[in-house]
């Protein structure tokens, strides 16, 4: 082409998004450049000799003229806009802007500028497609992958998805992408998803079971669709379910942002052993905004990404901007990604800590009373004993369940008689009675300073793995070797699951002991083989 300066005119519906082949318009690029004035590139093209004169917009048509420098190439391919600029150092700027939806006779476009070698554009919607030397796309992963340097150096990534540039997803491509699936992941480059209500309602009526993963760098979080009462929140915000829209939150905290969190772990005595990370979920409409404070008895997955692989006493824990303190939330690791669940949410991070007492060393519960004590549920006295065979009552134990479940942040009011509302345990006693983890008796007392029994310690325990989402099977043969279990009663079938899951041991070979006073050491114990069967720790 020869080095002048061409003036082109056009004028084009796009309100209905249908474009033309690129056999058809091939080169085309006042037409192509001003359609991308709707989605603000103007600031992107302007070094690229690009220069907007007499544009308007009427009825869904944009009109106007382009003056185009011969160092611009533009081409359309599937309904994608793309335009590779030459500069002078000899790398080429590929623009590109997808339609994405007509509202209200406005046009909307999701671009994404990269700098790539001798690309004009690439079918993101064909199998394994090379756009270059050093870049090709991969339907599989759905990512447009490219070497780092012209050299080798490694395999990076370019995110494709459904997001545009601000993490914003419209409602027909979030619908289409759960056509035949119950998860959908959506990449975000910043902190912030924006979802619509009604495709979300849509989609949790239509797809049981459905899932939408937000993930970005920090990590990523899967929130299960049904969790969600989408009518309420739009009533709560005084808008209607179209005009609503969920925004999901993944940010790392930095700064003073993050300073109440590392002084809560300085005062545990422990270690940070990755970030920080505010992980909300909000509905926005009516110029309002309502946050999502917890899923109900829904736990919802949520990943953390931590610079260093983390060691062997790390545990996942839930910081409390209320209390100041952080609580323990289920979690397992692997490498250097923690994975936690939680009903709630809140800002999460990781804590390493090396707590340990010196009259269970050496015993038969060492290690599960250290791992119960590293993950922050249960605790020593002030002398620093732990004191392993004392009787536990029931009221503490019921405590220790709801750490154990991640519920320390929930607030329930108990129906009890012999609970006082200002009682210590009042909240954790209502709020496992609140989950079915425990039962009073039949004159409505709890009877909490009572001594818990091997068998009501068993019960609990199987009841908290049913509701962490592990229902332990009842297997009577498996209490066939214990002499005394006739004396189990109401609990045989409860305590024949906890004892086939290896959960409960008997005293011995034959003595299982059912009615025997449980120990701190015991409880300890059945807590930690409870959390790695449900798998909310690491085994």
Not at 229 to 251: H, M, P, R, W
Not at 294 to 313: C, E, H, L, P, Q
């Amino acid at each position: 082409m020869a080095k002048k300066e061409t003036l082109y005119k056009t004028s084009m519906n796009v309100g209905s998004g249908i474009f033309l082949k690129s056999s058809v318009v091939k080169k085309t690029a006042g037409l192509l450049v001003t359609m991308l004035l709707l989605s603000a590139l103007m600031p992107v093209l302007a070094f690229a000799g690009v220069n907007f004169g007499n544009v308007t917009f009427k009825n869904g048509t944009v009109s106007g003229s382009v003056y185009v420098t011969d160092s611009v190439y533009t081409d359309v391919y599937d309904g994608k806009i793309w335009i590779t600029i030459n500069q002078s150092n000899g790398v080429s700027s590929v623009v590109y802007a997808t339609y994405k939806e007509s509202v209200s006779g406005v046009v909307y476009y999701d671009f994404k500028q990269e700098s790539v070698t001798g690309a004009t554009y690439v079918d993101l919607t064909g199998s394994y497609k090379s756009i270059a030397d050093d870049v090709y796309y991969d339907s599989v992963t759905k990512r447009v992958y490219r070497s780092k340097s012209s050299g080798g150096g490694g395999i990076g990534y370019i995110p494709t998805g459904l997001a545009d540039i601000n993490g914003v997803v419209s409602a027909s491509a979030l619908i289409d992408a759960f056509k035949g699936k119950t998860t959908v992941e959506i990449e975000i480059t910043g902190d912030v998803a924006t979802l619509p209500a009604s495709a979300l309602a849509e989609i949790a009526k239509s797809t049981t079971g459905a899932t939408v993963v937000i993930k970005n760098k920090t990590g990523s979080y899967a929130i299960p669709l049904s969790a969600l009462n989408y009518d309420e929140l739009a009533k709560e915000l005084g808008s209607t379910l179209a005009n609503t829209n969920i925004t999901v939150q993944i940010k790392a905290l930095t700064g003073d942002a993050a300073k109440p969190v590392t002084d809560a772990i300085a005062e545990l005595g422990g270690k940070s052993a990755a970030p920080a990370v505010d992980f909300t979920v909000s509905a926005v409409g009516n110029n309002k905004t309502v946050a999502v404070k917890d899923f109900g008895s829904t736990y919802a997955v949520r990943t953390i990404n931590a610079d260093n692989a983390f060691g062997k006493n790390v545990t996942g824990v839930l910081y409390n901007p209320e209390t100041k303190k952080l609580t323990f939330v289920p979690a397992t690791f692997a490498d250097k990604v923690a994975t936690l669940k939680s009903t709630s949410n809140s800002i999460y991070t990781v804590v390493e800590l090396d707590k340990s007492f010196s009259d269970v060393t050496g015993t038969w519960s060492e290690e599960y009373v250290e791992s119960m004590a590293n993950k922050l549920i249960v605790e020593g006295y002030e002398t620093g004993l732990f004191q392993p065979n004392k009787a536990i009552s029931r009221a503490e134990f019921a405590a220790l369940v709801v750490r154990a479940l991640g519920l320390s942040n929930k607030t329930a009011t108990s129906n009890f008689s012999d609970v006082a509302a200002g009682a210590w345990y009042a909240n954790a006693v209502a709020v496992a009675a609140e989950a079915g983890i425990i039962k009073g008796y039949g004159d409505d007392t709890f009877r909490p300073t009572a001594e818990i029994s091997r068998k009501e310690l068993a019960a609990m325990v199987v009841r908290a793995s049913e509701y962490a989402g592990t229902k332990l099977a009842a297997d009577t043969s498996a209490l066939a070797a214990f002499k005394d279990a006739s004396g189990l009663g109401w609990a045989e079938a409860e305590v024949s699951a906890a004892v086939k899951a290896g959960i409960v041991n008997g005293l011995s070979a034959s003595v299982l002991a059912p009615n025997g006073t449980a120990t701190r050491a015991e409880a300890a114990t059945m807590l930690q083989r409870f959390l790695a069967n449900a798998k909310f720790i690491n085994e």
